[in-house]
């Protein structure tokens, strides 16, 4: 067995260590005699590992008391219509930043609910940038405002955190939760689907204010609230006991790498490595504003792009697997989130030099 | 390692075949250096495994080629949401039958979006058969017919398929699908969760016809959009890959088990000497009219209930594991899925036979 560099956006590559815990645990867990994955979500069993699993989330983030932990279905896609279905509470409008791809998805859906205010938009420079603070038209009846901290597809990050004073921050944090510190009393509601920084696909977190629930809108599924949700501890109905099993062991293994704080140095020394890479090199190139630079997803184009065949069949060849970049965007992408190592980004930057070396 | 017998009501046992290949190749799938769970929803690997797993159900079920095979999330509690929201059509009605806990909630969250008539219920006799097809009052306005042909709970199945005319039949099968052969062109739609006979909690499988679909009411969610999925085939966002994944390993072991109909004759035996047992017993007992027994299900009552918990403590000693039965019902409940062997059922039988005479 040769574990390769995985470079996927998403589902992305996870900590080896907890591969090899679940493949050991698979059959057997703790001595019980069966799968974890084959007991009831009601069991003491499973109820411990979903308890450790939602305090090992708190203590990492360090998620304030009034804040609830859900553990749900349905991925970001579910949460556009989610957010505004819970948190319109009679207001006629939300506000959205729009920065690319995703945060775009999510104001169509909500605008099938409500009236959505385009707070600011960078569409007009090809999504290059985040939009400054000073740049947001917020509007003060909005119910809330809604932002995508980290562009997958664009490679986009927001180097701050908007200011809305006492509108309700809502925020898609899908592919950098857990990257970094952030303090989440700055939010009113986090959401992000587990494939990227989390564990496997099938699993969505949120974090959540406690007094923003119990105001749904009219024909709501019950599935779609998340008072419902909070008030059973996720366990509504059967949640998916494995992701969230794998996402418990995901989080022991980010403490052990000291942290939030932890991985953000090792995220900052792997995005710094690789953009120096970049930008050192005349055949290398990425669009994106120095400033709001994505950490996790870092797309890059050839100078040549009939190379760009050459280019993946090689890194392939080499061991760096899932480089291409999102069909709507061409070149290529390398998403280094949290359980990608320094090893397989300095592997990466090796063959980049290699490849312009021989090729370019 | 000992593998313990699991009487788990869902999630429930799985082939311990799937399990020991699932935890080979966790790390490393197929030589390619990387988890399935790693892999984009997009790349040609887990693209070969999903449509491997929709033919190897379609095969299982025979499943005509004007019905839809969707991989969802949200457990049936989500189908009881989208079902109404999908196939009411424009109708003011939709009909229910009532058996249990299961077919009770299906019809509370149908009732937030339309009238709900009630085409027959056996509440009064403490749901210990199913209504016969002759008591069913059918509204031929209805927009459809739900049923749940098999209550988990209960543990009452229905031996025949309901007649509708030209109203759809749509069915809540989650707790015995491919437990033995069934006409799928009977139904509009079927649906089921995958946490008992088909893999890990987290995967939904709706067989839908074709023709019902692209009509939901005003303010539905897309992802509650049958037709969405559809479209396409259940990647219209990331799906739970890994439970996918698992559950074409299900139906992969299920084809080695010659298929729906070996699977069935196993299940018939299993059941049938289970029943036995309890009948042959007065210190067992089992309410449920015996052509409405589960065969998935069987719960059972001691003669005398101070006895429960010493049941389960030597039962839980000699490695027979989660047989209490549901909180609402109290007593035992032995669920016996298409993975749960013959030699499970006989050693429950042993082991009540050996604790009747002992403790009784």
């Avoid at 008391?65 to 948190?87: D, R």
């Avoid at 494995?242 to 900052?268: D, H, P, S």
């Avoid at 061409?330 to 930057?349: F, P, T």
Wanted: hydrophobic share 40%.
């Amino acid at each position: 067995m040769t574990r390769k560099h995985n470079f996927s956006a998403g589902p992305a590559a996870l900590p080896e260590a907890v591969l090899a815990r679940a493949a050991e645990e698979m059959l057997d867990w703790h001595g019980k005699g069966l799968s974890i994955m084959e007991m009831s979500h009601r069991s003491p069993e499973f109820v411990s590992v979903a308890e450790a699993a939602e305090q090992d989330l708190r203590d990492l983030m360090d998620i304030p008391a009034n804040y609830k932990v859900l553990f749900l279905q349905g991925g970001a896609t579910s949460q556009f219509g989610m957010v505004p279905m819970n948190l319109l509470r009679g207001a006629g409008t939300a506000d959205y930043i729009d920065t690319g791809i995703w945060s775009a998805k999510a104001m169509q859906e909500a605008s099938r609910y409500t009236r959505v205010g385009l707070v600011a938009s960078t569409q007009g420079e090809n999504y290059t940038r985040v939009p400054a603070q000073a740049e947001l038209t917020l509007n003060p009846e909005a119910a809330y405002v809604h932002y995508t901290s980290n562009e997958t597809i664009g490679g986009l990050e927001f180097d701050y955190v908007p200011e809305t004073g006492e509108v309700p921050l809502v925020v898609d944090m899908s592919s950098d939760i857990l990257a970094r510190p952030i303090d989440v009393s700055r939010y009113g509601l986090i959401y992000a689907g587990a494939q990227k920084n989390i564990g496997p696909a099938g699993l969505t977190v949120v974090i959540v204010r406690e007094e923003l629930l119990g105001n749904t809108l009219p024909g709501t599924p019950t599935m779609f609230d998340y008072k419902v949700h909070a008030d059973a501890d996720s366990m509504n109905n059967t949640p998916p006991t494995f992701a969230w099993y794998m996402t418990g062991l995901v989080f022991k293994w980010l403490k052990e790498q000291g942290g939030v704080e932890g991985i953000a140095r090792l995220n900052e020394r792997k995005a710094s490595s690789l953009y120096a890479a970049i930008d050192a090199s005349d055949f290398y190139a990425n669009p994106i504003a120095p400033a709001n630079r994505s950490i996790m997803n870092v797309p890059f184009t050839l100078a040549d792009s009939a190379l760009d065949k050459l280019f993946l069949e090689r890194a392939e060849q080499a061991g760096l697997l899932n480089l291409k970049g999102h069909r709507s965007v061409g070149g290529m992408r390398a998403s280094i989130y949290n359980a990608v190592s320094q090893d397989s980004v300095d592997a990466l930057i090796a063959f980049m030099q290699e490849f312009e070396r021989t090729a370019g």
